[in-house]
């Protein structure tokens, strides 16, 4: 049934693109990728079937590319600006798309989200409400508390604010940040220890995947966490099951999510959980493979076929195997340009490595953004306990090299 269907990607840069080209391709899939670029700066178009010079943006080009070309499904990575304009064109020209305008409005926008949350009985981290930023006032035992965008990901945008002189710049700064300029307010959580916890969306069916201890550090002191390890499967796994499992999918059916992919962020002290934010996306990380890896579920076949199908061909059977460990290192860069990149093929080579998941390239200016745009590759190893990792964390970071035009290595992590 999908063998010849065409389908268009949009992006062929962000986090998710290669991979769904790769994948439609093996499927017999006919792939197109649209954006601004060249076809030589932008990765997924040097994989493509066929490649269309227009931005993303372009709406009313994209259109009628469609409409010309016969087009039967669009499908995008991990990056929300391309997510909403799919969204749009599916709309408008009545093809399959896993939401509505609205409902990606409830996942993507953190205070929507957290209303979702308080409905079912979900904790959340505690907010502070107000009419104006610019007013805004709170004790000063409140303090630290944490300002960022409504909307957004990847810690853009966030600060971490000890007095009102710092919140009043920090609001300034997250609405920078903000496609709807809308900030939130919450009090300050235990950033270094958070869990993500994934499910898969079948035709009104939601299914549990599986869920990961997250450790964060800063790149800079006044910056913001950002990810510095994810270890499958969670210590927490088994409380959070018998405690907020059911609430949380009776939240999701709520919204009226028929199909797709979802991740959630909790805060989690001692087994209390506080849910922080969703995302109704993948992971940066690309987590559906250790969801594929943990629960059996297909996450990226799913969402293809239904983007071509409007419906899933397979019912998921979950099936849980927790024989490895699974862990996703990312692997960060120091400002400056990238020239060189050295033995990625080597360290793709050792046995435990089972993804690299790219998110820059050579010829790419990295600025100390103090955020996850600074992340070069998420690498997934398997091994047979967390202690492991030292040894092929060692390994990596003595074997890959990215340099810059002085042959200067770029690379370094936070895991510790």
């Known amino acids: ?6 389908i268009l990607i949009l992006g062929g840069k962000p986090i998710g693109s290669c991979e769904i ?15 601004y670029l060249s076809d030589a700066c932008s990765p997924a178009k040097k994989l493509a079937d066929a490649t269309l010079e227009i931005s993303t943006a372009n709406i009313a080009e994209l259109e009628q590319y469609i409409i010309e070309h016969q087009i039967d499904g669009v499908c995008t990575g991990v990056h929300e600006f391309n997510i909403e304009q799919m969204i749009t064109l599916c709309h408008r020209l009545n093809l399959p798309c896993v939401c509505s305008a609205k409902q990606w409005d409830m996942t993507n926008d953190k205070e929507l989200f957290k209303q979702c949350c308080t409905k079912f009985g979900i904790p959340i ?14 004790e000063s035992s409140e303090f630290p508390v944490i300002v960022k965008p409504s909307d957004g990901s990847g810690s853009r945008g966030f600060s971490i604010c000890n007095n009102l002189d710092e919140l009043k710049a920090a609001c300034n700064h997250a609405l920078d940040y903000s496609t709807k300029k809308k900030i939130l307010i919450e009090k300050k959580m235990n950033f270094e220890n958070s869990v993500i916890i994934n499910y898969t969306i079948v035709n009104g069916a939601v299914y549990y995947g599986c869920m990961s201890d997250k450790s964060s550090k800063k790149v800079f002191d006044d910056g913001a966490p950002i990810m510095s390890l994810q270890v499958f499967p969670s210590l927490y796994e088994e409380i959070y099951l018998n405690t907020l499992n059911k609430q949380t999918i009776d939240m999701i059916q709520d919204i009226g999510l028929k199909n797709g992919v979802v991740w959630i962020e909790a805060f989690c002290d001692h087994g209390e959980f506080s849910f922080n934010e969703m ?101 997934h190893i398997e091994c047979n306990n967390k202690n492991e990792l030292v040894d092929i964390e060692r390994r990596i970071m003595s074997t890959l090299a990215v340099y810059n035009e002085h042959d200067e290595n770029l690379l370094f992590n936070l895991y510790n």
């Open 1 to 6: 049934m999908l063998k010849e269907k065409k």
């Open 21 to 35: 080209v790769q994948y439609a391709k093996s499927l017999g899939i006919h792939t197109t990728v649209a954006d």
């Open 279 to 379: 995302g109704y996306r993948y992971g940066g990380s690309l987590t559906y493979y250790p969801v594929k890896k943990f629960s059996q579920i297909d996450q990226l076949q799913h969402q293809i076929e239904y983007a071509l199908l409007g419906k899933n061909l397979e019912i998921p059977t979950p099936c849980y195997n927790y024989e490895k460990t699974y862990i996703i290192l990312p692997i960060h860069l120091k400002a400056g340009k990238m020239v060189k990149v050295e033995r990625l093929d080597e360290v793709k080579s050792f046995e435990e490595v089972q993804q690299i998941v790219l998110v820059h390239q050579e010829g790419d200016i990295i600025e100390s953004w103090g955020s996850a745009q600074q992340v070069f590759a998420y690498i």
């Open 125 to 138: 981290t505690k907010k502070y409400d107000f009419d104006s930023w610019e007013t805004f006032q709170i």
